[in-house]
Nanobody, 122 residues
Framework: QVQLVESGGDLVQPGDSLRLSCAAS????????VGWFRQAPGKEREFVGGITQIGSTYYGDSVKARFTISRHNAENMVYLQMNNLKPEDTAVYYC????????????????WGQGTQVTVSS
């Protein structure tokens, strides 16, 4: 079993940076691949990016070069660093854990956090 808790969401202005955290419980968290997703009102949940158990990262096209994912397995933490935020980045952000290598697929994730709200507005 893995429990995930996101934090760090906030109201920020366009161009600002924000770091989201995903705290995991469970001794085997380091064996999981972790994905970040977001969901804006009225839209489907979207793949933001993911990180494998060995630290390889993948990103959605809309966030490449602006967002960075990292993990500290010893601390059971995964981070989403978001730079140059835009109003279209406004959404609830979720982290999720999976053994699958298909990080972009929502249906492969076994565990989800409750989400944290990010609002980008001037």
């Amino acid at each position: 079993q893995v429990q995930l808790v996101e934090s760090g969401g906030d109201l920020v202005q366009p161009g600002d940076s924000l770091r989201l955290s995903c705290a995991a419980s469970g001794r085997t968290f380091s064996n999981y691949n972790v994905g970040w997703f977001r969901q804006a009102p009225g839209k489907e949940r979207e793949f933001v990016g993911g990180i494998t158990q060995i630290g390889s990262t993948y990103y959605g096209d809309s966030v490449k070069a602006r967002f960075t994912i990292s993990r500290h397995n010893a601390e059971n933490m995964v981070y989403l660093q978001m730079n140059n935020l835009k109003p279209e980045d406004t959404a609830v952000y979720y982290c999720a854990a999976t053994y699958s290598d298909y990080l972009e697929r929502i249906d492969v994730y076994d565990y989800w956090g409750q989400g944290t709200q990010v609002t980008v507005s001037s």
